[in-house]
């Protein structure tokens, strides 16, 4: 199946501190990259929605200026954490899908953000 | 809203044993489902799908059923060892390029 790859798979960061967590798609062209936030013993709640070339749509009580996404290419997402907080602290999640068919969404390995 | 749900939280089986995991979705909408398997620090894996147009559909040791009169998707593993033991949830979707819907998450525990 298609590779998601997304780094680091975990980082402890300084509260105040910007954090950026990349998704890369590596054998195949991403039209559309999904970011997910998972806190302990929880299931996966959707962030955003990133097209490539324009901007993320946010799921409401996501606030967009804390977190950047960033969709430049097809096979490239990031996510920037602004301003971490403890709160903010959580697993972080991608995923991609190939195209226009509703098909298998591919999952990245999972960012663990520890903000201290 | 749109919601996909799981009836129970925690699954214990013995080794061999046939495990069922169900989940409740709600949106009458959605056509595709999936369900993914996820381990402590990972992301979650894929397992096996099933369109709206099935009823059932079979893989390797697991099987998946779907019930659209009851809105109700359920996964059996057969034959569960313990390297199944792990969190399970349901996905949902209603639209190509839309993001999946997850349920809150079974975990399966397999003793020896």
């Known amino acids: 199946g298609a590779v998601v790859s997304q780094h680091p798979s975990r980082v402890i960061c300084k509260s105040g501190t910007s954090v950026k967590i990349e998704c890369r798609s590596l054998?195949?062209?991403?039209?559309?990259m999904f970011w997910y936030r998972q806190f302990p013993k929880q299931s996966l709640m959707l962030m955003a929605t990133?097209?490539?070339?324009?901007?993320?749509?946010?799921e409401q009580g996501v606030e967009k200026d804390k977190f950047l996404i960033n969709h430049a290419s097809l096979t490239l997402s990031t996510l920037t954490v602004t301003s971490a907080h403890p709160e903010d602290s959580s697993f972080y999640i991608c995923?991609?899908?190939?195209?226009?068919?509703?098909?298998?969404?591919?999952f990245g390995q999972g960012t663990r953000l520890t903000v201290v | 809203g749109e919601s996909v749900g799981l009836h129970l939280p925690t699954l214990s089986v013995q080794e061999g044993d046939n495990s069922i995991i169900n989940c409740a979705y709600s949106?009458?909408?959605?056509?595709?489902f999936i369900w993914y398997k996820q381990e402590s620090g990972k992301g979650p894996q894929f397992i096996i799908d099933i369109r709206s147009n099935m009823d059932k559909r079979q893989g390797q040791r697991v099987t998946v059923l779907l019930n659209k009169t009851v809105k109700h998707l359920s996964l059996q593993i057969a034959a569960t060892q313990p390297g199944d033991s792990a969190v399970y949830f349901c996905?949902?979707?209603?639209?190509?390029?839309?993001?999946?819907?997850f349920g809150k998450g079974t975990t399966l525990s397999v003793s020896s």
């Open positions: 990133s097209n490539e070339g324009s901007k993320a749509t946010y």
């Open positions: 995923s991609a899908t190939q195209g226009i068919v509703n098909t298998e969404a591919f």
């Open positions: 996905a949902e979707n209603s639209r190509a390029g839309t993001a999946l819907i």
């Open positions: 054998d195949f062209q991403a039209t559309t």
């Open positions: 949106n009458s909408a959605s056509d595709y």
